[in-house]
């Protein structure tokens, strides 16, 4: 994975480049960004660059042995963790990341690093309940094998993708190893939800924070993959919101059905919010319940999108606003019940009910109460 195969990012790009070449390379560091920014590519390709022997142009050069071992993720010094998990896993049954090494492979050549934990557990077959984790008995491996001197390269690396999975327990474990790590050991966090960390792991990284991808860069990837309108590119683009995932779905058609339904549920919500109809809020809650937890996370962010854009619409800002058809005519509506007074408390709640889902927490009480906070808040301003 070279830096020239990832889409974007280029000022974070030549940061990266400029640091290894002044030998300013941090021990631990945690790379922060959603999947579609290109965070995980982003860390392999840091780490080929690293160990690349024949650098040039602000690239690794992509042929030597150990770019195409990187690139491959078989190199002897490249250590990968990751969450998992499997149905009919025995009580007790501790999981490791080297038993699905070959699909995480896969993956990621498929995907040329760019997928989602979903598209991951999906490939897993986890179904609707079960998810990925990062288990103690993993943390003994990673220090286990981090105490082993390296094969080829000035640098052991060990990369942990979604560290925020693993319990309290594992996280103890690697905090020794984080504060004092043994010479020339790289730790590479790389997280969509740095804020599950514990504190004192946060403390000991470095941050290296992935932007979204630009609009004007999405746009382009729109063109390249064959939407001929501009018009219409240019939409998608701002949709996506910075994420490559999104633009894909949303290009291929495959994000429609799932809007939709997203759409739904908070116009259901809202009108029997401002109907003060609670016994029926009570019902739309167990229904969202019933969803996937990704699922519930993507009704959340779409419903986040929806109040925004409809306090837009009321703060009289349309013209650039980016709904139309059926999401237009129901928020033009909607509009006068979002203002100033409401806007930030709808969010917060939006953004709380978010992180109980991600903790796992119980989808049925999660729901019901933030229809009914949410109840409490819609009214014609």
């Given at each position: 994975m070279q830096f020239k195969d990832i889409i974007g990012q280029e000022e974070l790009k030549r940061h990266l480049v400029r640091a290894v070449d002044a030998g300013r390379v941090s021990h631990a560091q945690l790379f922060t960004g959603r999947a579609g920014s290109g965070?995980?590519?982003?860390?392999?390709?840091?780490?080929?660059?690293?160990?690349?022997?024949?650098?040039?142009?602000?690239?690794?050069c992509g042929e030597c042995p150990d770019c195409r071992q990187i690139a491959a993720l078989a190199h002897p010094d490249l250590h990968l963790v990751f969450p998992v998990n499997k149905q009919g896993k025995k009580s007790g049954e501790a999981m490791l990341s080297d038993e699905f090494l070959p699909a995480f492979r896969?993956?990621?050549?498929?995907?040329?690093?760019?997928?989602?934990?979903?598209?991951?557990?999906?490939?897993?077959?986890?179904?609707?309940?079960?998810?990925?984790?990062?288990?103690?008995?993993?943390?003994?491996?990673?220090?286990?094998?981090?105490?082993?001197?390296?094969?080829?390269?000035?640098y052991k690396t060990m990369l942990v993708w979604l560290p925020e999975t693993?319990?309290?327990?594992?996280?103890?474990?690697?905090?020794?190893?984080?504060?004092?790590?043994?010479e020339k050991t790289l730790f590479l966090l790389v997280s969509e939800q740095p804020a599950l960390l514990l504190p004192t792991i946060l403390s000991r990284t470095q941050e290296v924070a992935v932007p979204r991808i630009a609009p004007e860069v999405l746009e382009r990837v729109a063109a390249e993959r064959g939407v001929a309108d501009?018009?219409?590119?240019?939409?998608?683009?701002?949709?996506?919101?910075?994420?490559?995932?999104?633009?894909?779905?949303?290009?291929?058609?495959?994000?429609?059905?799932?809007?939709?339904?997203?759409?739904?549920?908070?116009?259901?919500?809202m009108r029997l919010s401002y109907n003060d109809r609670h016994l029926e809020l009570i019902g739309w809650a167990e229904e969202a319940a019933g969803l996937a937890r990704e699922q519930q996370r993507a009704?959340?962010?779409?419903?986040?999108?929806?109040?925004?854009?409809?306090?837009?619409?009321?703060?009289?800002?349309?013209?650039?606003?980016?709904?139309?058809?059926?999401?237009?005519?129901?928020?033009?509506?909607?509009?006068?019940?979002?203002?100033?007074?409401?806007?930030?408390?709808?969010?917060?709640?939006?953004?709380?009910?978010?992180?109980?889902?991600?903790?796992?927490?119980?989808?049925?009480?999660v729901f019901t109460h933030f229809a009914l906070a949410v109840s409490k808040m819609i009214k014609h301003l």
């Open positions: 965070a995980l590519a982003l860390a392999v390709a840091y780490v080929q660059y690293l160990c690349c022997r024949h650098r040039r142009d602000g690239d690794s896969a993956l990621f050549e498929e995907r040329r690093g760019c997928f989602s934990p979903q598209q991951w557990y999906d490939r897993l077959d986890l179904g609707k309940t079960l998810k990925g984790m990062i288990s103690a008995r993993e943390a003994d491996e990673i220090i286990r094998k981090l105490s082993f001197k390296s094969f080829e390269s000035d693993m319990n309290e327990e594992a996280a103890n474990k690697i905090l020794k190893i984080l504060e004092e790590p043994w501009p018009r219409q590119a240019r939409n998608l683009a701002r949709l996506a919101d910075g994420d490559l995932l999104e633009l894909e779905h949303l290009a291929a058609g495959e994000s429609d059905e799932r809007r939709r339904e997203n759409f739904g549920l908070f116009c259901r919500l009704l959340l962010q779409d419903a986040a999108r929806l109040l925004r854009e409809s306090f837009m619409l009321h703060a009289g800002l349309g013209e650039i606003s980016y709904l139309w058809g059926e999401e237009l005519a129901f928020c033009t509506k909607f509009a006068p019940f979002v203002g100033s007074e409401n806007i930030e408390p709808l969010i917060a709640e939006i953004e709380s009910a978010r992180a109980q889902i991600t903790q796992n927490g119980n989808p049925i009480i």
